[in-house]
């Protein structure tokens, strides 16, 4: 099984590292360097989200009707080739949108838009055949694996970038972002050999029955459990990762960091990630789920409000150790509230629960980054103070980090699967596609 996870932690690493350029380096290019509107950035850094409604008809789909054997590969396949796609003519795309901004925005649109079409068909798919490849009792390990790789890799993605784009021009940037991307694909390749068993089936009608859209969607919202789930990643993830596509500026506007100090700031947070992903493999089994994500919750609230502080006191040493705080509560709460996705699933329907929850992701993506964006640019017009737009936006995403943690309490998963094994949830649900 050992072999088995490493190759999903190298299809992790290849769509992950496809997202670490745009959303590190070339977002603090955008804004500060090419003077973009960061609401403009961040709508289109958080465009791939708005796709990610399909990963609940794509899980689904994937369920029922096997590819040449395979229910989950071809799907892997075809994301990670649009991920690197879109990866290597999203700087070419900055660039046309500082010379050209009706232009620019169309070729925006299909860059940032094939990165996200990819990202949605790569991730449902590879976190739904992780839960497929690991039992119950193996799914914390799976998990502590593929986000020890991946989150090993941006370290090396944003060290290494710093290091190509060091001293900063056009060229350099458009070279590193191909050298990321070439690598990427290679990698992911290499995890999806012999990855998946052959299905003897001739489609996976036996293992999955059909499901509408409107069965979807009650088989979500009808479970109070699983409804009160959804809610709360949407608002703890839109908090922890609503922050990529402005950390990187603010470093730059508080404390006049160069490019290649911003994408290292990348690597100091992945480090502390990585170093509590670390700690959270070592509590599995030892502490309940739920208390390893509360801790990971508090560490990612305190960490916004050192930073907030940072920018108040125009301290870097502050700055840094907020970035810390961010990076230890990341990592407890990645792992754990993951942990806590692949038991809120159901036998037969994993497809389609892995679809919501990636869809729950995705959504706190677009809703972090155009909120942030947003916020911003609105309180820099207002206050004539760039800096303070983003002490607003870390104030906010810290209250957000605060109402998920109250709500962590009534997430309960015994409760969930015996509301999933009455019959009258059943019945709920086969009433509503009627």
Not at 133 to 154: D, V
Not at 179 to 194: F, H, N, S
Not at 385 to 408: K, N, P, Q, W
């Amino acid at each position: 099984m050992f072999l088995k996870r490493f190759q999903l932690g190298l299809i992790h690493v290849a769509v992950a590292m496809t997202l670490v350029p745009i959303n590190s380096t070339l977002n603090r290019v955008m804004i500060k360097e090419l003077a973009i509107s960061a609401t403009l950035v961040a709508i289109l850094a958080s465009l791939p989200y708005l796709f990610s409604p399909i990963q609940v008809a794509i899980g689904s789909y994937s369920d029922r009707h096997p590819l040449f054997g395979f229910r989950r590969t071809p799907y892997i396949l075809v994301g990670l080739i649009l991920c690197v796609v879109g990866l290597i003519v999203s700087p070419q795309v900055a660039f046309l949108m500082a010379e050209n901004l009706p232009l620019g925005l169309l070729a925006g649109l299909l860059a940032f838009g094939a990165w996200g079409m990819g990202y949605n068909l790569s991730a449902v798919s590879y976190l739904s055949l992780a839960s497929e490849l690991s039992g119950e009792n193996e799914r914390g390990k799976t998990i502590a694996t593929m986000w020890f790789m991946m989150i090993a890799s941006i370290i090396v993605t944003a060290i290494g970038l710093s290091r190509m784009v060091d001293p900063y021009t056009p060229e350099a940037l458009i070279r590193a972002f191909g050298v990321v991307a070439a690598v990427a694909l290679i990698l992911g390749l290499l995890g999806l050999i012999k990855l998946e068993p052959r299905s003897t089936r001739a489609d996976g009608r036996a293992a999955s029955e059909a499901y509408t859209i409107r069965q979807m969607t009650s088989t979500i919202t009808a479970n109070p459990v699983a409804r009160i789930f959804f809610i709360y990643l949407l608002l703890l993830l839109a908090a922890i990762l609503g922050q990529d596509v402005l950390l990187e500026p603010f470093g730059a506007e508080a404390f006049g960091m160069t490019v290649t100090q911003t994408t290292r700031i990348t690597s100091i947070w992945g480090t502390f990630v990585l170093l509590a992903i670390i700690v959270a493999g070592f509590l599995e089994g030892r502490a309940s789920k739920r208390l390893v994500a509360q801790l990971g919750n508090t560490g990612a609230l305190l960490g916004f409000i050192v930073i907030v502080i940072s920018g108040i006191l125009i301290n870097r040493t502050v700055f840094y150790t907020g970035v810390t705080l961010l990076g230890i509560g990341t990592g407890l709460s990645t792992v754990a509230n993951l942990s806590l996705m692949f038991d809120l699933t159901v036998p037969g329907m994993v497809g389609l629960y892995i679809g919501a929850w990636g869809f729950s992701n995705a959504l706190s993506r677009l809703t972090g980054s155009i909120l942030g964006g947003v916020v911003r640019d609105v309180v820099t017009q207002a206050t004539g103070d760039a800096l303070r737009g983003y002490l607003v936006v870390f104030s906010i995403e810290a209250l957000m980090l605060l109402i998920a943690t109250v709500m962590l309490y009534r997430i309960n998963i015994n409760a969930f699967r015996k509301q999933i094994e009455e019959p009258s949830f059943a019945e709920k649900v086969s009433l509503a596609s009627e």
